[in-house]
T-cell receptor, first 113, second 111 residues
Framework: ETGVTQSPTHLIKTRGQQVTLRCSSQ?????VSWYQQALGQGPQFIFQ???????GRGNFPPRFSGLQFPNYSSELNVNALELDDSALYLC????????????FGQGTRLTVV | GNSVTQMEGPVTLSEEAFLTINCTYT??????LFWYVQYPGEGLQLLLK?????DKGSNKGFEATYRKETTSFHLEKGSVQVSDSAVYFC??????????FGKGTRLHILP
């Protein structure tokens, strides 16, 4: 059983650029959620994908978008990067249903300069 | 709306001390409650959970009881170790798989 893996682990981008973060979900899981964790804060829900469709979204602007692929892996795309987008981005995979455990990857540390 | 409030840190204790980290929540319906732990340089790990009122979650010596009457889920451990040093997050899911986290409490255990 493989865990949740995210790539890259660290990334530095310039304000205004675009970035794509990747997540491979745990074997057998069909749902991927993305979270943004600013320094010293708790993770904030960005959105969730289930069977390749967006299944809920938090309070993030449309320049945050995502994809889920047939193998349930996922991408998070952020356009027009702003300095405040600097954060740890966490991916969590789970099996859709009540009270199922979400497993988190180690995250991608994005720095916008 | 749904939210989680936990005690601010950092919390510094000596090894073998008793630990309490307070957590209260606001939620509609009957959420599941969680404690997650984040060790330095690592991702989030589920520490324990409780899915209904009066349930007690426990793991690695940590315990928390789902108290609906006080909307609380305080984390306790009777004797902490240096290896427990980490950031602890209280969280809830309002039955739709989206997790709402508190701001986290950093715990330092001194040898």
């Amino acid at each position: 059983e493989t865990g949740v893996t995210q790539s890259p682990t660290h990334l530095i981008k310039t304000r205004g650029q675009q970035v794509t973060l990747r997540c491979s979900s745990q074997s057998g899981h069909n749902t991927v959620s993305w979270y943004q964790q600013a320094l010293g804060q708790g993770p904030q829900f960005i959105f969730q994908y289930y069977r390749e469709e967006e299944n809920g979204r938090g309070n993030f602007p449309p320049r945050f978008s995502g994809l889920q692929f047939p193998n349930y892996s996922s991408e998070l795309n952020v356009n027009a990067l702003e300095l405040d987008d600097s954060a740890l981005y966490l991916c969590a995979s789970s099996l859709q249903g009540v009270d199922t455990e979400a497993f988190f990857g180690q995250g991608t540390r994005l720095t916008v300069v | 709306g749904n939210s989680v409030t936990q005690m601010e840190g950092p919390v510094t204790l000596s090894e073998e001390a008793f630990l309490t980290i307070n957590c209260t929540y606001t939620a509609t319906g009957y959420p599941s409650l969680f404690w997650y732990v984040q060790y330095p340089g690592e991702g989030l790990q589920l520490l324990l959970k409780a899915t209904k009122a009066d349930d007690k979650g426990s793991n690695k010596g940590f315990e928390a009881t789902y108290r609906k009457e006080t909307t609380s889920f305080h984390l306790e451990k009777g004797s902490v170790q240096v290896s427990d040093s980490a950031v602890y997050f209280c969280a809830l899911t309002p039955r739709d798989d989206k997790i709402i986290f508190g701001k986290g409490t950093r715990l330092h255990i001194l040898p």
